[in-house]
């Protein structure tokens, strides 16, 4: 608690340098003359990757922040987590941002600057912290999201995303405000201790309070019925940004989430549980459901992210020490397939400039290697083995099985065959539909380079995970 | 003790086969092929040393263990968690010997694919490769794994190197056909897992190891309510009626070794897996259900054998007398007695070997004619003797003629049965005698007779198919005439089984 006001400020020196990073690349944009623009996303990669480098030697959980920040093993998954999937956005948005957007400088800049918000979402220990840094994710979001402003598709997403994102951050100030009325304290640890302390009472005010803060984080991570924006959103978005909600915006309100429910809530656990359940419930059905109907590619990914969350969210429904390790297990295994697949679609937009499901037909024909890897990313999404899919949802369904949630892992088995149909009609179009030209088409190097990467991450989740699991262990053992 | 590692090599080749692979260029398609076919050889060698190798009356359940820790003492994973322990019964044995045959003429046969044969052999290697880890993994994770990874390439084998199928009233698209088979395969493996799931709850040992969820206690109505969702799940593989019909549209459409490797051997794994997980795990389960699926197994049977009858397309023809045959695989394991699950895992070898030769048998012939319609052949016998040799051989050992594998493991199956259930024993005879209907009229219609001058420039089989075929023919005759080396093993196994005996 906050006890001495003596901090060790040196605790958060590889976000201090992702600040330092993201004014650099705007320098770099508007002062150096003659600096070519074409460098900036490598720039800003090579300084991800460094201050990833780094922030595996900056750990110490002896000092707490006063209460604020916890700076564990958690946090350094996080952070590893969150510079990568920035860094491969980055080189990702090369080619679409130099030749569609303007002020790529910003672009970076904002990517950098979302990548912190996302990290302390994932360390804070203090429900306003937890909120600033949502909002810090948030507002970067929104720009980038709507950064093609000549694109009527990107504005109107980024305008519904923007409109609904406040009306969600609304309701999970209020919900913290009830709950802050309930414990009296925002920090998290001293909230469980109110509650262990007695609401033998039916306490209207924390139910509200935990249902609100639920809603507003359900938007955020995108569960039904909070997810409205997000085919909208993931369609208008530039492409790399798409791949960037699916995967960081994503993670980060789980690892939220994660922290606040297993830190503040475990003493009301029966309060909540039911109602993650059934979220978690709807969510798997309806995002595979509709996945089933959808034409464009962008939409397809955006509903089959939908119902990977109601995996995810299943894992904090049953919330134990054993599921949360294999939650982030598995949402890194997620994480590197759904880029992956973002990397072909990313590839294939910018040499063909086509986003709807049959204008794949023939990919096998005309860029064999990107259609081997985004096979192999469908897949791994529908959870068939050899790829990361399999191994990472059978340790998450394992483990909600274990803890009394049979039911929910019956669902999520049956979602996972429903999705696998979707998944092959597109792979359909990949290898068994004719090209609309024979030719061969030319993928630039580092696109090739980064799914061959990726795929490589793929594999090795899917096949030895070892160091990965127990990586996702070790994080989440000192939640509870 | 012999080394585990021979098992982990029959994974393992086609896994670095299919990884080699990879690196070659597309375009020099007679490396790929020589791969392959030196891939299938090798697995074709190893199969027979572990079969030989296998010692009968060594009393250990299971010989050539190894065990190599994958994922460990985290978590809600005890101390074994994740193991990749392999181990082979006699019941596996036999499995391995069938899947190296296969393969091995598979890969003869595929030789004269063109089209991109390099993706081809890619695909078939990883499903090589899940066949045998189902048949050597004594972990339940694996198990699964391989399970899976079995199912995995066919929608791309059967929508890209396979063949649609035309009727004067409706038509069988090779991608409806791959669509149907890998989500029937993939919607049954919802069940297993869901099934894997309870028993891993329901052990509460921390560990997914066969050999120690074997010896766990289960409560006998937990039995009850799991095994129906382990028959259902693998009896769909196994083509149990009537959740049989991806099984003739899936066969019929894939590519000639596809189909050889699919009916031969994957409808065991399902056969495989009502014996390891169902029977071996939850006897008492298995016991009260028995009844139940000896019933749909006879229904198989004379259904299949009906159906069969009535196609005038020799592959349709073939997929579903592989519906018929096994049935009796299914009949023989309902019936809980020692020589009944012994025919019916002689059933699984032989109807494995005989299958793949029926349909090595129709690829060779529809890659020239393309056709498949018996009708309009005929008198074949004198521009084709060989192949008709082999076809008739084939036909032969699937109405059970003494002498050859299929009389050795029906004649078992029926005595089985006739323990227990006299009358399904009876009908069991029926479907054989339908069988021999379908059989003779499809050899006297097509290959005997005057000679039909639309078919004058047919060419005998190639030098590789007839090898293929031969391997085939002979492990027929083996069984056949000598069925005690499978018989030695069988027996010993299915005696250890919970419940048989």
């Not at chain 2, 092929?33 to 190798?53: E, K, T």
């Not at chain 2, 395969?185 to 028993?199: H, M």
């Not at chain 2, 921390?206 to 309510?225: C, I, M, R, W």
């Amino acid at each position: 608690m906050p006890s001495e006001l003596n901090l060790d400020y040196s605790l958060l020196a590889p976000e201090f340098c992702l600040g330092g990073l993201a004014a650099l690349v705007i320098a770099l944009d508007l002062f150096v003359p003659g600096f070519r623009k074409g460098w900036l996303p490598y720039v800003t990669a090579a300084g991800l990757l460094a201050i990833m480098g780094m922030s595996l030697g900056w750990t110490d959980v002896d000092s707490d922040f006063a209460g604020l920040l916890y700076i564990d093993k958690y946090t350094l998954f996080f952070r590893v987590f969150f510079t990568a999937t920035a860094a491969a956005v980055a080189l990702l948005s090369a080619q679409l941002v130099k030749e569609r957007l303007r002020h790529p400088g910003e672009y970076y800049a904002l990517l950098v600057l979302s990548t912190i918000g996302a990290i302390y979402m994932a360390a804070a220990r203090e429900l306003l912290t937890a909120y600033i840094s949502l909002e810090l994710l948030s507002f970067s979001l929104y720009v980038l999201v709507s950064y093609a402003k000549f694109d009527a598709k990107s504005n109107e997403g980024g305008m519904k995303y923007m409109l609904l994102g406040a009306f969600a951050s609304a309701l999970f100030l209020y919900g913290l405000s009830l709950i802050y009325g309930g414990a009296g304290s925002t920090f998290y640890d001293d909230i469980a201790a109110a509650y262990s302390n007695g609401t033998d009472a039916y306490d209207l005010g924390l139910l509200m309070g935990l249902a609100l803060v639920l809603a507003g984080l359900g938007f955020k991570v995108a569960a039904v019925p909070f997810h409205m924006w997000t085919p909208d959103a993931y369609e208008g978005a530039p492409l790399p940004i798409t791949g960037y909600l699916s995967a960081t915006s994503k993670a980060a309100g789980f690892a939220l989430l994660l922290r606040l429910f297993s830190g503040a809530f475990m003493p009301v656990l029966d309060d909540w549980q039911w109602m993650i359940a059934s979220l978690a419930a709807i969510t798997m059905v309806l995002g595979n459901l509709v996945a089933l109907q959808q034409h464009n590619i962008k939409r397809l990914l955006a509903y089959s992210s939908i119902g990977q969350v109601g995996y995810m969210l299943m894992a904090l429904a049953a919330l134990s020490a054993d599921t949360a390790g294999a939650l982030l297990f598995h949402m890194a295994g997620y994480v590197i397939t759904n880029m992956a697949a973002f990397t072909c679609v990313i590839a294939w937009s910018n040499l063909t400039g086509k986003e709807e499901i049959r204008d794949y037909r023939g990919m096998a024909v005309r860029a064999p290697l990107l259609a081997a890897v985004f096979t192999a990313a469908l897949f791994s999404l529908s959870g068939m083995p050899l790829f990361a899919g399999f191994f990472t949802k059978f340790i998450l369904f394992q483990a909600v099985a274990q803890e009394g949630f049979l039911w929910l892992s019956v669902i999520a088995v049956i979602m996972s065959m429903v999705s696998l149909y979707y998944y092959l009609m597109v792979i359909k179009e990949l290898y068994i539909s004719e090209p609309e030209e024979p030719d061969l088409v030319r993928v630039p190097a580092l696109l090739n380079g980064l799914a061959v990467a990726l795929v490589a991450g793929v594999f090795y989740v899917g096949i030895y995970p070892r160091h990965l699991y127990e990586a996702a262990q070790e994080a989440t053992k000192l939640l509870f | 003790m012999q080394s585990g590692y021979v098992l982990l090599a029959t994974i393992a080749v086609p896994l670095f086969a299919a990884l080699a692979l990879v690196f070659v260029p597309a375009r020099m398609a007679n490396v790929v092929r020589i791969i392959a076919v030196v891939a299938g050889f090798a697995l074709f060698g190893l199969s027979l040393y572990i079969f030989f190798a296998y010692q009968v009356g060594d009393g250990d359940q299971y010989q050539f263990q190894m065990r190599w820790n994958w994922i460990e003492n985290t978590g809600f994973l005890g101390e074994r968690g994740i193991t990749l322990h392999l181990g082979i019964d006699g019941i596996a044995a036999p499995m391995v010997l069938l899947t190296g045959i296969v393969t091995f003429a598979g890969t003869l046969i595929s030789w004269k694919i063109d089209y991109r044969n390099r993706d081809f052999f890619i695909l078939f290697m990883l499903l090589v490769a899940g066949v045998f880890g189902v048949f050597v993994s004594l972990d339940l994770f694996f198990w699964f794994f391989f399970y899976e990874l079995a199912v995995l390439p066919m929608y791309l084998l059967i929508g890209v190197w396979g063949a649609s199928s035309t009727f004067p009233t409706f038509s069988r698209t090779k991608e409806y056909s791959a669509l149907k088979l890998t989500m029937y395969l993939v919607a049954a493996s919802v069940p297993i897992f869901v099934g894997i799931f309870a028993v891993f709850v329901e052990a509460d040992i921390g560990t997914f190891d066969l050999v120690s969820l074997h010896e766990a206690q289960y409560d006998p109505n937990f039995q009850k309510v799991v095994f129906p969702l382990f028959v259902i799940g693998c009896g769909v593989l196994a083509g149990l009626w009537p959740f049989h019909t991806w099984s003739p549209d899936g066969h019929v459409a894939a590519p000639t070794a596809v189909s050889m490797l699919h009916a031969g051997v994957l409808m065991k794994l399902g056969a495989f897996g009502i014996i390891r997980l169902g029977m071996q795990l939850l006897p008492v389960g298995a016991e009260f259900w028995m009844p139940m699926l000896i019933t749909l197994g006879t229904i198989n049977v004379i259904y299949g054998a009906i159906s069969a009858t009535a196609q005038t397309d020799f592959k349709y023809m073939v997929g579903y007398s592989s519906v018929s045959h096994m049935g009796y695989v299914l009949m023989g394991l309902a019936t809980m007695n020692p020589i009944g699950v012994n025919g019916a895992v002689l059933q699984m070898f032989s109807h494995g070997v005989m299958t793949a030769l029926m349909f090595a048998m129709v690829g060779a012939l529809y890659d020239q004619a393309h056709v498949r319609q018996m009708s309009v052949f005929g008198g074949l016998a004198q521009r084709m003797p060989r192949f008709v040799t082999f076809f008739a051989i084939a036909g032969l050992a699937s109405l059970g003629l003494p002498g050859l594998s299929g009389f050795v493991a029906e004649f078992n199956v029926f005595v089985g049965t006739f323990q227990t259930y006299p009358a399904l024993g009876a009908l069991g005879i029926l479907g054989a005698a339908i069988t021999a209907v379908y059989i003779l009229r499809m050899l006297a219609l097509a290959f005997f007779g005057p000679p039909n001058e639309r078919w004058a420039d047919l060419k005998e089989m190639t030098t590789l198919e007839t090898v293929g075929g031969a391997i085939l023919i002979a492990f027929m005759l083996l069984m056949g005439v000598f069925p005690s080396p499978f018989v030695d093993r069988i027996a010993e196994s299915v005696l250890q089984i919970p419940g048989v005996g």
